[in-house]
């Protein structure tokens, strides 16, 4: 940090206060990133209470590359369920299941891979989940509406014939 200071220090101050806004906004949470917490909370609680799935674990990261993240990863029974879960306002141009595009289904893929190479014994039977939960404007009385949660099962990913 001392070096830090020691170039603020030397630049003239129109500079300076161009390269703090800078830093606070590479160092600050990125905008939004509170619904994305509370629609990943929702869609936990509310998929253990209505499907009866049990948590693996939650914001799983890559050891290689730590930019790639499953968000939710479920047991099933004997079914490992991979979930993304997109957190959206009721009127989003674009609904969750289809914010999961071809970019980030291959990010998805490679978080996966890497997830189920570091389990012993490795699991038979997975798949891939998408949960959308929609949060709806307050409405006149000021009171915010219930969130809406939408699960797509078995959404795909991979060729039939992949063998993690």
């Known amino acids: 940090m001392t070096f830090l200071r020691d170039a603020v220090r030397r630049t003239t101050k129109p500079t300076r206060l161009a390269m703090l806004r800078f830093l606070r906004r590479l160092f600050s949470p990125p905008a939004g990133s509170d619904a994305g917490t509370r629609g990943e909370n929702l869609a936990c609680e509310w998929l253990q209470r209505e499907q009866g799935f049990r948590l693996v674990i939650r914001n799983w990261r890559s050891p290689v590359d730590q930019r790639e993240e499953i968000d939710l990863v479920f047991r099933d029974g004997d079914v490992l369920v991979f979930v ?4 959206r306002a009721a009127n989003a141009l674009v609904p969750g299941y289809h914010a999961v595009d071809r ?4 990010a998805l893929r490679r978080a996966i891979r890497a997830y189920l190479a570091t389990l012993r014994p490795k699991m038979r039977t997975f798949r891939f989940d998408v949960v959308e939960v929609s949060f709806a404007e307050a409405g006149e009385n000021g009171l915010e509406a219930e969130p809406q ?13 992949f063998r993690g």
Request: overall charge positive; cysteine-free.
């Open 84 to 87: 993304e879960v997109k957190a």
């Open 103 to 106: 970019r980030k289904k291959r």
């Open 149 to 161: 949660v939408l699960h797509f099962e078995n959404v795909p990913l991979f060729t039939k014939y």
